[in-house]
C-alpha cells in the first residue's frame, strides 16, 4: 500500500504547482482550434456524417499544430497534433472514396430515400441489395402482363417504381398495386426457399410501370450471408402483405352497408336480427398458405 500510495503521490506532486497565472491569453490559432474540436464532436452518424467530424477534427488539430510550432515552440505538442491532423485526413479521404464509391442511377437513389433510408438502411448495406438485382431497372409497357394466372413460375421477388400494376383472378379485378409496393409478395410469403409454384393471379400494366427484380435463388443467397438484410426483407414483405390484405377487405361487403372484416374471418356482427347471412364477394382468390390475395372464409350471421 505504502508504495502505490507514494506512486500516486509522485504522480500528482512530482511537477510543480501553478502559482501564478498567465495574465495574456492564447494566440487567436489556439482558439480557432478550439472551436473546430468544439463544432466538430457535434457531427452526426453515417457517410456524412464522418465527412462532418473528421473534416472539422481535422483542421482544429492542424491548427493546434501551427499553435504548437509558433507560439509554444514545443516539438512534442507540435508532433501529437500534426499526427492527428494526418490521421483525420486519412480518414476523410477513405470516407470521401466510399461515399462516391456507392453513387446510384436516379431510380435507385429516389428508391433508396423513398424506402430504405427512413428505415435507417446505409449506403453499403443498400449497395449490396442493389448489385442483387443487377442494378437494373425493368421496363413493363402499358397492358403487358408480369405474370399469368396458372402459367408464370414464381422465381423473383418484384418491387415496383412507377406506374400502376392490376391484379385480376379469372378476369375479376382484386386490387391495384401502387409504386413501392412489392408485385410477388404474397407469392413469395406462400413458397418455402426449397419450393416452386406458380402464378395463382395475373398482374397486368395499367400504365408504364418500372420495376426492379431480385431472382428468388441469388435473393436468398445474399439473406444467407447477411442476416440483417434478410430481416429487412422480412419486415418490408409482412407490411406489404398487410397493405394488400386491408386492400382487400375494403372491397369484401357483406350486404347492408356492412363490410367484411379481415379480423373475423369466421363470423360477422350485425346490427338488425333480421338481416339474413350473405355471403362474402367471390373476387378475392385462394392462394397458398396463408396468403393475403386468399377468398374469405364462409360467413355466418350470429344474431340470426
Given amino acids: 500500500m505504502g508504495e502505490n500510495a507514494s506512486f500516486w503521490e509522485s504522480l500528482i506532486y512530482a511537477h510543480p504547482t501553478c502559482t501564478t497565472w498567465k495574465q495574456e491569453a492564447e494566440g487567436s490559432i489556439y ?17 456524412f456524417g464522418l465527412l462532418y467530424v473528421f473534416s472539422l477534427l481535422g483542421l482544429g488539430f492542424l491548427c493546434s499544430s501551427v499553435w504548437a510550432w509558433l507560439d509554444v515552440c514545443a516539438a512534442d505538442i507540435f508532433s501529437w497534433n500534426f499526427v492527428l491532423f494526418a490521421i483525420c485526413f486519412v480518414q476523410f479521404v477513405y470516407v470521401t472514396y466510399q461515399v462516391r464509391s456507392v453513387a ?27 448489385l442483387c438485382c443487377d442494378a437494373e431497372v425493368i421496363t413493363l409497357e402499358k397492358e403487358h402482363c408480369y405474370a399469368m394466372q396458372g402459367k408464370t413460375p414464381i422465381d423473383k421477388l418484384s418491387l415496383l417504381v412507377s406506374g400502376r400494376i392490376r391484379v385480376t383472378v379469372d378476369g375479376e379485378f382484386l386490387h391495384y398495386i401502387f409504386p413501392l409496393q412489392f408485385l410477388d409478395s404474397p407469392e413469395w410469403d406462400s413458397l418455402r426457399p426449397t ?10 400494366a395499367e400504365t408504364d410501370c418500372r420495376y426492379v427484380a431480385w431472382r428468388r435463388k441469388k435473393l436468398y443467397l445474399l439473406f444467407a450471408k447477411h442476416r440483417f438484410i434478410s430481416r429487412l426483407f422480412s419486415i418490408l414483405i409482412g407490411s406489404d402483405i398487410a397493405e394488400k390484405l386491408y386492400a382487400l377487405n375494403d372491397r369484401v361487403h357483406v350486404g347492408q352497408g356492412f363490410r367484411y372484416d379481415i379480423r373475423l374471418p369466421n363470423f360477422y356482427h350485425v346490427a338488425v336480427p333480421e ?3 350473405v355471403q362474402p364477394s367471390h373476387h ?10 386468399r377468398k374469405p372464409a364462409a360467413v355466418t350471421n350470429c344474431a340470426s
Fill in 195 to 204: 419450393e416452386e409454384g406458380i402464378f395463382q393471379v395475373t398482374l397486368t
Fill in 31 to 47: 482558439h480557432l482550434a478550439s472551436i473546430f474540436f468544439v463544432v466538430g464532436f457535434m457531427g452526426g452518424s453515417g457517410f
Fill in 275 to 277: 338481416t339474413p347471412p
Fill in 284 to 293: 378475392a382468390h385462394h392462394l397458398q398458405r396463408g396468403s393475403p390475395r
Fill in 104 to 130: 446510384f442511377d436516379r431510380e435507385f437513389q429516389e428508391l433508396y430515400s423513398a424506402l430504405f433510408q427512413p428505415l435507417g438502411i446505409s449506403l453499403t448495406v443498400y449497395r449490396k441489395i442493389v
